[in-house]
């Protein structure tokens, strides 16, 4: 009996340390509730906030410390949580600016930030572990820059067994807005996030207009002319 209740008891912490592995998504989600905003981040607010600054700190420790999920969409989900959330730390540390981009692009190349146990930079977050390791092209309208051209930020932290809705949703709404495709029927002509530009090899699959197409809901014409829209790199500061 004692035996039996040992391996219910082990049994039961087992699924309570898989339910909660991540251990940060709750605080996040609060974080990202409270100073999102469908124009940006209210940087001051939080700023302004001594204590949620610190919570913020906690999520991002947690991703620093905890080990990475086994299931494929669960560490996809870690790690667009974890660029999204030292995106924010690390703005939040900048704030007061304009933008977090500086001349050489040091913000996202020095080795400022760690996930589960590694160090690394923005730079080889996105290039080396999401893009080549994933091979899934939606993530770039999950991930966010700090800044006014990249699509918006999802005010909930991503999951894994949320992750392709959660993808899809972000997809679909990015390339219906103009942020993403300004079209011109009269030139027929498409102004596309430079997005689709600097990451176009990661949709050769079915090509940039196919992608966006099956996602609008006006298609692009076949004899579509594309052109690419200057990035603003400035702040996505709530206005």
């Known amino acids: 009996m004692k035996k039996v209740l040992q391996l219910i008891i082990a049994g039961a912490c087992g699924v309570a340390t898989i339910a909660g592995a991540a251990g940060y998504e709750d605080e996040y989600n609060a974080l990202l509730k409270k100073y999102l905003t469908t124009d940006g981040v209210r940087y001051a607010a939080w700023k302004a906030n001594a ?15 905890n080990p990475a999920p086994q299931g494929r969409n669960e560490q996809l989900a870690l790690y667009i949580n974890a660029y999204n959330a030292w995106i924010l730390h690390e703005a939040l540390a900048k704030y007061p600016t304009k933008s977090v981009k500086d ?10 930030i760690k996930v589960a146990g590694e160090q690394m930079s923005f730079n080889h977050l996105e290039k080396d572990v999401i893009r080549a390791k994933f091979g899934e092209p939606r993530v770039h309208f999950a991930l966010n820059c700090a800044s006014r051209s990249c699509p918006p930020l999802n005010r909930q932290a991503f999951r894994g067994d949320e992750l392709d809705q959660q993808f899809e949703k972000l997809a679909t709404a990015f390339v219906n807005s ?3 495709v300004k079209y011109s029927p009269d030139k027929k002509t498409a102004e596309l996030s430079k997005i689709f530009d600097w990451y176009k090899d ?10 966006i197409n099956k996602r609008r809901s006006t298609p692009l014409p076949n004899d579509v002319k594309i052109k690419y829209q200057d990035y603003d ?7």
């Open 233 to 239: 790199w400035g702040l996505n500061e709530a206005k």
């Open 103 to 112: 001349p050489l692009f040091t913000f996202f190349l020095l080795q400022r």
């Open 202 to 211: 990661d949709f050769k699959g079915d090509g940039v207009v196919a992608f």
């Open 178 to 180: 103009e942020k993403g």
């Open 51 to 65: 204590s949620d600054v610190g919570s913020l700190q906690k999520v991002v420790d947690t991703i620093a410390t």
